[in-house]
């Protein structure tokens, strides 16, 4: 199945890690450490989903503060900072209903999107490829950040629905790990980037 197909099949708790997941492995972005997200993925591992979601999600935007800058001609980097900071701010106080689906919706976007910004062989300021027909299968010519990107994207959501490997909460151990790695990725390529500049 495409990404969208996925995302539409979703329960709620999937759905909130999927999103989750895309802004962890964005949270290089944000200068946050590998730990500042962890209460809200445990807040998913409770069976009583999210019921401290909103508490942890606070105490993540205290960690991670979201000012905006002044608007005008942004740099690839500044904008991928931007939809960064937008998947944290627009986050549901409770990871239920609709509010919930289109944060998964608009987080899976975003990270491809902040990964097109980012990619090495793309100048600062390039336009953002056209990720919604990469999301929903049309994935010729894509450049390599962005397609590991929406590998990882895809199989967030097939482990969390099970796919033969289990139940959607022992899912997200496996999800973190999938998480972490694109993380590990994205720091580097940051730091890279900074390097060029320096």
Do not use: Y
């Amino acid at each position: 199945m495409s990404l969208v197909e996925l995302i539409a099949q979703a329960d709620e708790r999937a759905l909130a890690a999927s999103g989750l997941a895309c802004l962890d492995r964005c949270v290089p972005l944000l200068g946050g450490d590998d730990e500042v997200l962890r209460p809200l993925w445990t807040s998913l591992a409770d069976p009583a989903v999210g019921e401290t979601w909103g508490e942890c999600l606070e105490q993540a935007r205290a960690k991670l503060p979201a000012p905006f800058g002044e608007p005008g001609e942004e740099a690839g980097e500044d904008r991928a900072v931007r939809l960064a900071r937008q998947m944290l701010a627009t986050a549901p106080a409770v990871p239920a209903g609709t509010p919930v689906r289109v944060w998964a919706d608009a987080c899976s976007v975003a990270s491809l999107r902040i990964h097109r910004l980012l990619e090495v062989m793309v100048p600062a300021g390039g336009a953002d490829d056209d990720v919604d027909s990469r999301r929903e299968g049309r994935t010729e010519g894509m450049s390599p950040l962005v397609a590991a990107e929406l590998r990882r994207q895809i199989t967030v959501l097939e482990l969390l629905a099970g796919n033969g490997t289990g139940p959607a909460v022992g899912g997200l151990r496996q999800v973190l790990v999938v998480s972490t790695e694109g993380r590990r990725v994205l720091r580097a390529v940051v730091s890279r980037r900074a390097r060029g500049r320096s």
